[in-house]
Protein backbone atom coordinates (compact mmCIF):
# COMPACT_ATOMS: atom_id res chain seq x y z
CA UNK A 1 0.00 0.00 0.00
CA UNK A 2 1.48 3.27 -1.22
CA UNK A 3 1.48 6.29 1.13
CA UNK A 4 -0.17 9.23 0.51
CA UNK A 5 0.41 13.05 1.75
CA UNK A 6 -1.55 16.09 1.05
CA UNK A 7 -0.22 18.60 -0.57
CA UNK A 8 -0.89 22.08 -1.25
CA UNK A 9 -1.74 23.42 -4.77
CA UNK A 10 -1.96 27.22 -4.71
CA UNK A 11 0.29 29.28 -6.30
CA UNK A 12 -1.83 30.21 -8.90
CA UNK A 13 -5.01 31.10 -6.90
CA UNK A 14 -2.44 32.60 -4.26
CA UNK A 15 -1.07 35.09 -6.75
CA UNK A 16 -4.48 35.39 -8.07
CA UNK A 17 -6.38 36.80 -4.80
CA UNK A 18 -3.20 38.53 -3.63
CA UNK A 19 -3.10 40.60 -6.87
CA UNK A 20 -6.79 41.49 -6.87
CA UNK A 21 -6.42 42.28 -3.26
CA UNK A 22 -4.14 44.36 -3.49
CA UNK A 23 -5.05 46.10 -6.84
CA UNK A 24 -8.70 47.18 -4.76
CA UNK A 25 -6.12 49.72 -2.89
CA UNK A 26 -3.35 50.65 -5.16
CA UNK A 27 -2.65 49.92 -8.75
CA UNK A 28 -0.15 47.34 -9.49
CA UNK A 29 2.93 49.60 -10.78
CA UNK A 30 7.18 48.91 -9.81
CA UNK A 31 6.47 50.97 -6.38
CA UNK A 32 3.30 48.77 -5.64
CA UNK A 33 3.00 44.99 -5.79
CA UNK A 34 1.09 42.27 -4.10
CA UNK A 35 2.51 39.99 -1.65
CA UNK A 36 3.82 36.71 -3.75
CA UNK A 37 4.83 33.30 -1.81
CA UNK A 38 8.47 32.54 -1.19
CA UNK A 39 8.47 29.75 1.22
CA UNK A 40 5.44 27.18 1.23
CA UNK A 41 5.32 23.80 3.80
CA UNK A 42 3.03 21.12 2.94
CA UNK A 43 0.84 19.81 5.20
CA UNK A 44 1.25 16.13 6.13
CA UNK A 45 -0.96 12.95 7.57
CA UNK A 46 -4.47 14.71 6.46
CA UNK A 47 -7.48 12.80 6.40
CA UNK A 48 -8.10 11.29 2.80
CA UNK A 49 -11.99 13.05 2.85
CA UNK A 50 -9.72 16.54 2.76
CA UNK A 51 -8.77 15.39 -0.61
CA UNK A 52 -9.63 18.60 -3.57
CA UNK A 53 -11.18 20.07 -0.38
CA UNK A 54 -11.06 24.09 -1.07
CA UNK A 55 -10.55 26.01 1.75
CA UNK A 56 -10.16 30.09 2.25
CA UNK A 57 -8.27 31.46 4.61
CA UNK A 58 -7.87 35.33 6.21
CA UNK A 59 -4.25 36.09 6.78
CA UNK A 60 -2.45 39.19 7.26
CA UNK A 61 0.92 39.12 6.12
CA UNK A 62 3.35 41.77 7.78
CA UNK A 63 6.36 44.06 6.68
CA UNK A 64 8.38 41.42 6.66
CA UNK A 65 6.15 38.61 5.39
CA UNK A 66 5.53 36.75 7.98
CA UNK A 67 1.42 35.38 8.30
CA UNK A 68 -0.53 36.31 11.57
CA UNK A 69 -4.03 36.19 12.59
CA UNK A 70 -4.80 33.22 10.40
CA UNK A 71 -8.62 31.96 10.17
CA UNK A 72 -10.61 29.82 8.05
CA UNK A 73 -13.51 31.42 6.16
CA UNK A 74 -16.57 29.23 6.68
CA UNK A 75 -16.58 25.99 8.61
CA UNK A 76 -13.65 23.68 8.67
CA UNK A 77 -13.50 20.95 11.14
CA UNK A 78 -11.86 21.63 14.13
CA UNK A 79 -9.16 18.36 13.70
CA UNK A 80 -8.62 20.14 10.24
CA UNK A 81 -7.75 23.83 11.39
CA UNK A 82 -5.76 22.00 14.03
CA UNK A 83 -3.43 20.47 11.49
CA UNK A 84 -3.53 23.27 8.97
CA UNK A 85 -3.03 26.19 11.09
CA UNK A 86 0.58 25.46 12.65
CA UNK A 87 1.64 24.86 8.65
CA UNK A 88 0.41 27.94 6.99
CA UNK A 89 1.86 30.02 10.19
CA UNK A 90 5.50 28.66 8.50
CA UNK A 91 4.87 29.82 5.07
CA UNK A 92 6.62 32.97 4.23
CA UNK A 93 5.65 35.67 1.54
CA UNK A 94 7.26 38.59 -0.12
CA UNK A 95 5.68 41.39 1.23
CA UNK A 96 2.62 43.59 -0.17
CA UNK A 97 5.22 47.06 -1.83
CA UNK A 98 3.20 50.68 -1.60
CA UNK A 99 5.02 53.84 -2.88
CA UNK A 100 7.99 51.39 -2.78
CA UNK A 101 7.71 50.20 1.05
CA UNK A 102 6.69 47.12 2.71
CA UNK A 103 3.31 47.04 4.36
CA UNK A 104 1.14 45.12 5.76
CA UNK A 105 -1.92 43.85 4.63
CA UNK A 106 -5.01 41.11 5.08
CA UNK A 107 -5.75 38.69 2.83
CA UNK A 108 -8.31 36.36 1.87
CA UNK A 109 -6.32 33.49 -0.20
CA UNK A 110 -7.89 30.26 -1.30
CA UNK A 111 -6.22 26.86 -0.82
CA UNK A 112 -6.60 23.51 -2.71
CA UNK A 113 -6.02 20.20 -0.90
CA UNK A 114 -4.85 17.68 -3.55
CA UNK A 115 -3.14 14.14 -2.87
CA UNK A 116 0.39 14.00 -3.61
CA UNK A 117 2.31 10.48 -3.68
CA UNK A 118 4.85 10.01 -1.05
CA UNK A 119 8.23 9.18 -2.81
Not at 93 to 101: A, L, Y
Amino acid sequence: MSKSSLSVLFAASLLAACTASAQSLTATTSANKPPAPVSVVNPTGLPPWAQDMVLEIYVTIDEQGVPHDISFKGWVPDNLQAQLLPVFAKWRFSPKIENGQPVAGRFLLPIRLITAEAS
